[in-house]
């Protein structure tokens, strides 16, 4: 009996993660479902019931490894997605150290760290690496300096990686979709004073699709970047 691939998911509460963690979920994959807290831990594990939950919080990342240690980590990860984001938009001439500090936490310093942590097992299984960073991971524009700034050092991460883990088998993809229908296109449309209409921007499916096509990628064969734009 084939093993089933074991998953590590960020963000899978809401948009993208969620899609791509069902998708998952409905294959029979195992999944290990990270969460900021117990009580978001307890959500997660509720909707999905027969996965693992893996609690640290990403504002933190300098707790990770102690959280980490106090928990069971899977033996073998096939796949570790950084979904997980944060947005805070602002002008340069306004945006405080905090908002510059939560942002890249959140969006590099975390991902860095996780990914520091579940390398050994990626190895094992000749994983596979997959950061879903933004449009503004290529081009910054006015009102976004900390955010972009967040996701340009995320492909960094992302094309290092690559290079120092492609002798080992792992595979390292970045996805840059453009705006998507979600809680964080929303609190940008709020913060933008804008209407927000969830039918112009992309459905958090199609983005899954394009996630769940790298991972089934036969072996002779590696996705480095993929972006996505919204078709309407």
Known sequence: MARMATHVITGAGSGIGAAVARRLHARGDELVLHAR?????????????????????????????WAFSHQTLPDRVDSLLHIA????????????????????DVNLIAPAELTRHFLPQLRLARGH??????????RARAGWAAYAASKHG?????????????????????VYP???????????????????????????????????????????????????????
Do not use: C
């Not at 984001?85 to 890249?104: C, F, I, M, N, Y």
């Open 37 to 65: 807290d117990a009580g978001r831990a307890k959500d997660l594990a509720a909707e999905f019931p027969s996965a693992r939950t893996l609690v640290g919080d990403l504002a933190d990342p300098d707790r990770l490894s």
């Open 85 to 104: 984001g944060v947005v805070d938009l602002g002008a340069v001439d306004e945006l405080t150290p905090k908002s510059w500090r939560h942002q890249v």
């Open 129 to 138: 690496v997959v950061f879903v960073n933004s449009g503004a991971g290529l």
């Open 154 to 174: 995320l492909k960094a991460l992302a094309d290092a990686l690559r290079d120092e883990e492609h002798g080992n088998g792992v595979r390292v993809t970045s």
């Open 178 to 232: 453009g705006g998507t229908a979600s809680p964080m296109q929303a609190k940008v449309h709020r913060q933008e004073g804008k209407e927000y209409d969830p039918a112009r921007w992309i459905d958090p499916e199609s983005v899954a699709t394009t996630i769940l096509t790298s991972l089934d990628l036969p072996r002779d064969a590696e996705i480095n970047d993929m972006t996505i734009r919204p078709g309407h």
